[in-house]
Structures are given as C-alpha cells and as structure tokens.
C-alpha cells in the first residue's frame, strides 16, 4: 500500500514556507512533488514601479542569505546598459563582500547540514564563527544582513587600513576554525556514515537536469560562472573550482568546505591587492533602450537576471532565474527512492533559500486520498531514531 | 495555586514558534541566530517549538503573501490561549519595499492581532531579544 504524505508548508527544519508532496511505499519514497508559492511577493512586478536605484534594495531583499548576490547580479547588468565601467577599487570591494557572503552562507549551510544530521553541537559550533563574518560585515556595510553596499556604478563606502587589518585578522580565527571543521569532520565516523550515499544524483542526471552550484560540482562537474565566464575582477584572481565525485550529501558537504577554503584565499588576495582610487563612477538617470542578461556564481549556483530597459528611468522588465530553482528537478530525482528520513537532508543539501525561487506560481492540484501530516521537526526525529541503532560504516571515508 | 504556576512558568519559558510568512529569510536567519552561542536566547527559557500546538508565542516573519494567508490565520487558530504574536522586521509590520506588490497584504496585523511589533530590515538578535523581554513586560502587567 503506498500513501502520501504532505510534509509543510509550515517547516520548522528550513525556516521557510515550501510543502513537498511525497508518495511513499513503506519507508521508501515512490514519487515526489514540491508544491511552491507560499513566499510569492510579485518581486518581478514591482520591480517594473520603481527607479534603476532603488531597484538596488528591492533585489537585495529577494533573498537574505544571498541578497549581494541578488543586487550585484542587477546591478552588473544595469552597468552594462548605461554603458559605465566601476573603477577597479570600487569593484574589488564589490568582490570581497561577495566572498564574505559566500562564507557567511556556506558556514551556515554547513550548521544546518549538522543539525539536520543531528550533530547540533557542530551546528552551535559553525554558528558562533559565522558570528565572526557578520561582524566583518557589519563593519565594512553598516548592517549584518541586508548590505546595501552596491550603487550603479560602484560601491558605497570605502575601506580604511584598519578595516584592512581587522578583516585580515579575523581571517586567520576563520581560517583555523574551519582547518577544524575539516578534521572533525573527518573523524567523525558516524557524521560521515550519516551523510555517504545519500541524496545520489549521477554526473549525466546532474547535467541533464541542469543543476548548479554546489549541487552539480558535488556530481563531479566543474562549472562555476566565476571561472567559465568571468565577471568584474575574477579573470585576475587566482584560486580553483572546487569537486567531489561521491555525488552525495557528503560530497556537497565537501565542495562547501573546500570553497570556503578557496574564498579565504580570495578574500586574503583581494584585500592585499587593492587598488587605490575612486570606488564609483557617477550613473545616468536613464538607460537606453537595451537588453542585457546578467550572471553571477551565488553562494547557491548560477544566479541569472534578465533586465530589459525602455530609455525611461524604470526598468521594462526584470526576470531573475534564481540557482535554487535550477535545483528543484534534481531534488525530487535525489528524493525518489529514498527514505522518509532522508528527506530533510537532501532538502537541505541543496540549500534551498525558498524566497529566492518564488517568483513563478505553481498550482498543483490538491489530492483527496489519505493523508498524514508530518512536520519537518517530527521527520527530523524519526531521521535520528532511524539512524541512533544503526551500525557505523567503517569504510565510509572522508573523501577530502 | 495553579494560575499561579502557570503564569510563572508561562513567564519563565516562553515557547516560540517561528513562521515564515513570505520574508525574504533575513529576519528568519537572525532568529536562528538569536539561539546560537552567541546571543544564546535558550539560557533564558525561550525554546524555538516545531508545532503550533506547543507555542505560547508567535513570531512571524514577512509581509504576509495572499497563498500565506489562509495558512497563518489556520496557524493562529491552532494555537492553545493565551498566545501572543509578536511581528519581527519591517516586513511583518507594514510590508517594507514589498508595499504595493500585487500578492502582499502588507503587515501580519491586517489578519491577525499582534502584541509587540520588532522595527528592523532585517532585525538584529539584540532587538528580537528585547521584543520578547517586552512582551513578557506586557504579559507580567496583564494588559494584553
């Protein structure tokens, strides 16, 4: 007998409004079907009201885990309509606190992975050095979330030598902390064993069901906007696409801890390189009429905005692909045939920021057979009963 | 005697849950973050609850969207009395830059009633802890 069970769209586990739909027989899961637009704002019609500028923290609020993602996408494709180049100082910036923000994101994911793997001293642990970027954020933005930091044609505030030194700093505490992370991780036999083999998703399922980011590299696929199609400075730094080929949970874990590593090595680059000079160009009021697409690597994948311009001071259109939703279809291939428990890890392991992604309605039909409802917390619970007796797997190897 | 040990430890350990109602996930992560060492919110009782049937408080994040609607309004319902709802970030109170979007309502108090608003985009740790002292002000005074 198979019957469904609607998990969500309250969802204590991720934070955020999604439901899945999954069809199971016994512990396994049969099918599976996401059901969005519960955090559907009408961001895109906005957007079209109001001007170039202040469109700027309308799309940093798309998401707050990646909003410089957001805003730096559009802007870098506003730039290119108005026909302006930011001056190289304005840009490192711009790069740094989006390496900043990838760390921030990645440490966060990393928490969450632990306590979805019900390891939650390491998700207090990753927490409390996360607490270390937010500062460094603080002080170069003014705010720990939401930066605001990007103008059309530049940065908004400098930094000084003892900012400088302050990030360069904290750098080093990050730096070993994670080195530790790394080492726990791997002698940590029963965090490995929870996360090996879960979720698959084979290199040609990944590529043919277009995933992105982390996802994809965890399958084995080198692709990172960064280094194919390199935007502002990226073409003058050095550091490397980060892979794993176990196509897991444990190897996307992997790949996160690896960029998190790499992105030191970038921020540490950027701030010794820094050139001196102006941080921003002044913009135009309007654009001429104009369509350009946009693409930055969030911490998440590819991030893609499509603006279109009408010589007025608005933008005529703004479209934004954003990575999660790239990743929904290599969701429900990693949930099928799964077990019920593992929903919540594989859910997570893509890093659903679900108000990225809901900017399109899927209407799906409700169903009138049987029905449970379970909570992320209760599945969490019945995740760590399930695996609390079972025996360790000893191969099971850290791939790093 | 009774009332007496539950308005004690209604005050001592408040229950929270945390509903996302259409926020872009800043304030949402700053809520988390208000539990983890360094703000630390459990050493004063509050435990972050999965299920609307355990929660004495509700925190609500986020503009309140049209396919939320039906659901938070259901979520308030489900929760036993006395509940208090707190409204954290500037979303949750007026519906910030997402004022004039077609699928907001714009502020949770248009559906629900709400006892302390936390101003903020997003709100940092501090100020959602100080929300929540206020409210425990408010529920000690008994003006409701």
Not at chain 1, 137 to 150: A, D, M
Not at chain 2, 29 to 34: G, H, K, P, R, Y
Request: net charge neutral.
């Amino acid at each position: 007998m198979s019957f469904e069970i609607p998990i969500g769209p309250q969802h204590p586990a991720l934070k955020e409004p999604v439901g899945i739909r999954v069809t199971v027989d016994g512990e396994i899961i049969r099918e599976a079907d996401l059901r969005l637009g519960y955090n559907h704002r009408g961001v895109e019609k906005l957007a079209e009201q109001k001007t170039w500028t202040q469109n700027i923290y309308l799309m940093e609020r798309i998401c707050g885990i990646c909003s410089h993602s957001h805003a730096t996408c559009y802007v870098q494709g506003v730039e290119k309509l108005m026909e302006i180049e930011p001056p190289k100082r304005g840009l490192y910036i711009r790069i740094l606190v989006s390496e900043l923000e990838r760390v921030h994101s990645h440490l966060l994911w990393l928490g969450v992975a632990g306590h979805e793997a019900g390891f939650d001293s390491f998700f207090m642990y990753v927490w409390r050095d996360r607490e270390i970027v937010m500062d460094i954020l603080e002080t170069i933005s003014g705010n720990r979330v939401h930066y605001g930091i990007n103008a059309i044609g530049g940065v908004r505030r400098d930094l000084d030598e003892m900012q400088i030194k302050h990030i360069l700093d904290s750098l080093e505490v990050l730096r070993q902390r994670s080195a530790y992370y790394e080492k726990l991780g791997t002698t940590e036999p029963s965090f490995v064993a929870r996360l090996a083999g879960v979720g698959y998703l084979s290199k040609e399922e990944a590529i043919s069901l277009c995933a992105v980011g982390p996802t994809l590299r965890a399958s084995g696929v080198p692709m990172d906007v960064r280094k194919d199609d390199p935007y502002a400075v990226y073409g003058e730094v050095p550091f490397e696409v980060c892979t794993a080929e176990t196509c897991d949970v444990l190897g996307r874990t992997v790949v996160r801890i690896k960029e998190l590593m790499q992105s030191y090595n970038i921020i540490e680059f950027l701030l010794k390189n820094l050139p001196a000079g102006p941080i921003a160009v002044r913009a135009p009021r309007r654009a001429k009429p104009n369509e350009v697409v946009s693409r930055y690597e969030a911490p998440r994948g590819e991030n893609i905005h499509y603006i279109k311009s009408n010589g007025s001071d608005k933008p005529e259109r703004v479209k934004v692909r954003a990575p999660t939703l790239a990743n929904y279809a290599a969701t429900i291939k990693m949930l099928k045939n799964g077990f019920i428990a593992d929903v919540p890890l594989i859910f997570a392991a893509i890093d659903p920021c679900i108000c990225c992604a809901e900017r399109s309605v899927a209407i799906v039909d409700a169903r009138t057979e049987q029905e449970k409802i379970v909570t992320m917390s209760s599945l969490r619970e019945l995740s760590l009963k399930m695996t609390k007796h079972q025996a360790r797997k000893r191969e099971a190897e850290w791939p790093l | 005697m009774l009332q007496k040990l539950t308005q004690w430890s209604r005050l001592k350990s408040p229950w929270i849950l945390h509903l996302n109602t259409g926020a872009c996930n800043a304030c949402d992560i700053e809520v988390v973050a208000a539990l983890t060492p360094r703000f630390d919110v459990e050493r004063f009782g509050i435990l972050l609850e999965g299920t609307p049937r355990h929660a004495d408080v509700i925190i609500c994040t986020g503009p309140a969207t049209r396919q939320m609607k039906d659901r938070l309004i259901r979520v308030y319902d489900q929760t036993p009395d006395p509940k208090f709802v707190m409204a954290v970030g500037a979303c949750a109170m007026s519906g910030c830059v997402y004022r004039g979007a077609y699928n907001i309502i714009g502020g949770i108090d248009q559906l629900i009633p709400v006892d302390v608003y936390v101003p903020g985009c997003p709100i940092r740790p501090d100020a959602l802890i100080e929300g929540v002292v206020k409210l425990l002000d408010k529920i000690k005074k008994g003006t409701k």
